[in-house]
């Protein structure tokens, strides 16, 4: 019998592959993106409903975060890099405006609004608990987005490269603004702003030229049988190490292995990797990602005491988006429902978003009523994401990968 409780990490993963295939499945059924099944599912076996999988263990992070990290590899592989480079300015613009909207009003609102939901303090550190709000709401998690895009055969549209685009810079400043506020909030913290940046440029330095030299090192001396039956291996220790490389550098891992998909993508086996990695990945990692995000949205009875609060945390942080990387994508030369498109795109939140407020709960920056109503964000996001994208999408042409090279 205990040998048998040593495999029952068997038992849990053909669970999760089982809950991720009906829920894909029942979605497609309704005409909807795969990815919301999965979601919805993982939501009925976490803790918020029967409690059938442990959403804390870790092999199943460690897989989820394998599932992420191949998404976004897979993205970086399907990106035209002339397409993204265009889009650099237009980019900013989208990823700034769905960065100010939400802090702005993730920190007024709550000021102004809901002090009794701040922890107890002067003037002073009453702005700074609300400017945290502010702060968790600017995260973004793209490979929801992601998913959604590249079932359509849109993630290498104009719309689709924004989309990333933005999401890496968002990223970036979303970390820059963690670090910034928690050195306000806490200023005995080991937060140095200035490390931080040079550790972010540093690894964008690296990433950059590291992906120009392996483009050309693989396109010039990569030819024959040998590297064609090894380039799938190769292709899949360039983008774990480009995503460790980003963490190590305070950037996050999937920024990373956007990195290393585009770097490979401008080589001869890109559609060789893309359909290799593609079959696998999607038959294990992605799937268990997926269900994993509804595992860890933990929404407790309390909640209805104050739901109030919480759905307003959820439409300022939804709203923002929309509004922010809206007017960004406008203001960018996208016409109207190009500029919506985008602003859906940008507005789920996950991981991310639960980690900052996890590590706020921890340090008593915010409440448990507050981190109860981001846990609430992720799900309601995550869940309006792919039918509203799918919705806006619908009558837009597919865009195949190899229009783009």
């Known amino acids: 019998m205990q040998h048998a409780q040593e495999y029952h990490f068997l038992l849990q993963l053909a669970i999760l592959l089982v809950a991720a295939a009906v829920g894909g499945w029942l979605a497609s059924k309704v005409s909807m993106p795969p990815v919301l099944g999965q979601i919805l599912v993982g939501i009925i076996i976490g803790p918020t409903v029967f409690d059938l999988v442990d959403g804390e263990d870790i092999l199943i992070r460690d897989i989820s975060q394998i599932g992420v990290v191949f998404l976004m590899f897979l993205a970086g592989l399907e990106t035209d890099l002339k397409e993204l480079k265009a889009s650099g300015k237009g980019a900013s613009i989208i990823a700034m405006g769905g960065v100010l909207l939400p802090l702005g009003l993730g920190t007024l609102v709550p000021l102004l609004f809901f002090k009794g939901f701040l922890p107890d303090g002067d003037a002073h550190h009453q702005l700074m608990f609300a400017l945290y709000i502010g702060t968790i709401l600017t995260a973004t998690s793209v490979s929801i987005s992601v998913s959604v895009l590249r079932d359509m055969k849109q993630l290498a549209s104009k719309q689709g490269i924004s989309i990333l685009g933005a999401a890496i810079i968002d990223d ?151 509004v922010g990387c809206g007017l960004g994508a ?76």
């Open 330 to 405: 406008r203001l960018s030369g996208f016409k109207g429902r190009q500029s919506l498109q985008i602003g859906v795109g940008m507005i789920a939140r996950a991981e991310v978003a639960l980690i900052v407020a996890n590590q706020g709960l921890r340090s008593n920056i915010i409440t448990n009523k507050t981190f109860t109503s981001i846990v609430l964000l992720v799900v309601i996001s995550t869940i309006v994401t792919p039918p509203l994208l799918k919705m806006l999408f619908k009558s837009e042409k597919p865009v195949e990968v190899s229009q783009c090279e």
């Open 172 to 322: 970036v400043v979303g970390i820059i603004l963690l670090a910034v506020v928690s050195g306000m909030v806490n200023p005995s913290a080991d937060t140095n702003v200035t490390q931080l940046m040079i550790k972010i440029i540093s690894f964008f330095v690296i990433a950059v030229i590291g992906g120009i030299i392996i483009s050309k090192g693989i396109t010039k001396f990569a030819q024959g049988s040998v590297w064609r039956d090894r380039i799938v291996t190769f292709a899949i220790i360039l983008c774990f190490v480009f995503a460790y490389l980003a963490e190590m550098f305070s950037v996050a891992a999937i920024t990373g292995a956007y990195f290393a998909g585009v770097a490979l993508a401008t080589t001869p086996y890109r559609h060789r990797v893309v359909s290799k990695i593609q079959s696998f990945a999607y038959a294990l990692f992605t799937p268990i990602f997926f269900v994993s995000i509804g595992l860890s949205a933990v929404i407790k009875s309390d909640i209805v005491n104050y739901i109030g609060y919480a759905l307003v945390i959820v439409v300022i942080a939804i709203f923002g988006k929309i």
